[in-house]
């Protein structure tokens, strides 16, 4: 149970943090982490090469890992 809880806050402060993110990398995360949609797809929809989509989303999951890397540091300092 503890850790299901953790997984779950985790979950919400991801979902705050790619919230935060400034495009183009908001829209192409939400793409991509949210919806589970293809590279190939996020590059149709958008009408983008597929190597800017990739690497859109490799920029924006690292901005996403150095902003909530505090948050989680405590968390699991709380948990583990």
Not at 12 to 19: A, E, F, G, L, Q
Not at 46 to 63: D, E, F, P, V, Y
Request: proline share 2%; hydrophobic share 35%.
């Amino acid at each position: 149970q503890p850790y299901q809880n953790l997984i779950q806050q985790k979950a919400d402060i991801m979902i705050k943090y790619i919230s935060q993110l400034k495009e183009p990398y908001k829209q192409v995360i939400e793409m991509r982490e949210i919806k589970k949609m293809a590279y190939k797809d996020i590059a149709e929809e958008l009408g983008k090469n597929l190597s800017t989509i990739k690497s859109q989303i490799r920029n924006g999951r690292a901005i996403l890992i150095a902003e909530s890397k505090k948050e989680f540091e405590q968390l699991d300092e709380m948990y583990l």
